[in-house]
């Protein structure tokens, strides 16, 4: 994650971009794994079927016909049901998709949203956790600029919500998303450089469940990286939990750049080590 004096003297990105034709692929599976989800037994069955009669068609009979050579086949038949289309034609509408993607106003949010200001610093490469309901918009937009997001929230509802988005959206290979008991248990997670929590989802915790949950997102923080605490659908501001963060610096949004209603919104910076002492 880029630091702000990376970005004053001009410092930027140098890991490579991912590749379209990777994206493209993966875009595939997750159409079909969907589509297979979606249909009952019987249907996969006769898929099945449909599949073992055009390779049969296609060979003459002459060839034993394998499991790999019939699951390439219902993928074929697959994509052209869906009319997938090629890769060119999907990458040029990904590219006009995704610039629509990274206005921050295609996911509801304000131009002015404090994640705009933190975005900047964000390289390929480094990943984002957010946490609670509210931050999903946040999490597509930043999933928009192709960086891994992992989204937990409290409620089964909450989740398959924000997966049933991003994978309309073509962003699910870049967002994960846990069922998990805040304050309770999170499941593995790779380091982030940065955390975006809804004030309000730590608002509805106990004192006890809050503390564990901060900490335990502290601990899978990187040196260096950041927090950002939002406003909710509670009355609760952000302020009201960074006694959590005495040891952290502290860089409050200005208040003429907030949007309006939302109040002061807060990121907290986990010193480098050096600064650690």
């Given amino acids: 994650m880029l630091t702000t004096v990376d970005l004053q003297t001009g410092r930027r990105p140098s890991r490579p971009q991912p590749s379209l034709r990777l994206q493209y692929q993966e875009y595939l599976l997750q159409r079909i794994e969907a589509y297979k989800n ?10 099945g079927d449909e599949a073992a009669e055009e390779l049969q068609s296609a060979t003459g009979g002459q060839f ?3 499991e790999v050579m019939m699951l390439e086949t219902v993928d074929r038949i697959i994509i052209k049901r869906l009319g997938l289309g ?9 590219l006009k998709l995704r610039a629509g993607q990274r ?3 295609h996911w ?3 131009p002015r949203h404090p994640i705009t200001r933190v975005m900047p610093r964000i390289e390929k490469g480094d990943r984002v956790i957010t946490v609670g309901g509210s931050t999903e918009p946040v999490a597509c937009f930043i999933a928009a600029f192709d960086i891994p997001v992992t989204y937990l929230a409290g409620t089964l509802a909450l ?14 290979g870049q967002f994960q998303a846990f069922v998990v008991q805040l304050g309770e248990w999170l499941p593995p997670l790779d380091p982030a450089c940065l955390v975006v929590l809804d004030s309000s989802t730590l608002a509805d915790l106990s004192a006890g469940q809050r503390r564990r949950l901060i900490n335990a997102l502290k601990a899978h923080t990187v040196p260096g990286g950041v927090h950002l605490l939002i406003p909710g659908e509670a009355s609760t501001a952000p302020e009201a939990y960074l006694s959590h963060y005495t040891d952290w610096d502290r860089d409050p949004m200005p208040e003429e750049n907030a949007p309006s209603g939302d109040g002061l919104l807060v990121v907290a910076s ?5 600064q650690q002492a």
């Fill in 86 to 94: 090629s890769y060119r034609r999907w990458q040029n509408r990904l």
């Fill in 270 to 274: 986990n010193p480098p080590p050096s």
């Fill in 159 to 172: 989740v398959e919500g924000a997966e049933m988005r991003v994978a309309g959206e073509s962003l699910a």
């Fill in 103 to 105: 206005e921050p106003t």
């Fill in 64 to 66: 034993v016909l394998t």
């Fill in 108 to 110: 509801g949010l304000d």
């Fill in 38 to 47: 979606s249909l009952p037994r019987d249907a996969i069955l006769r898929l």
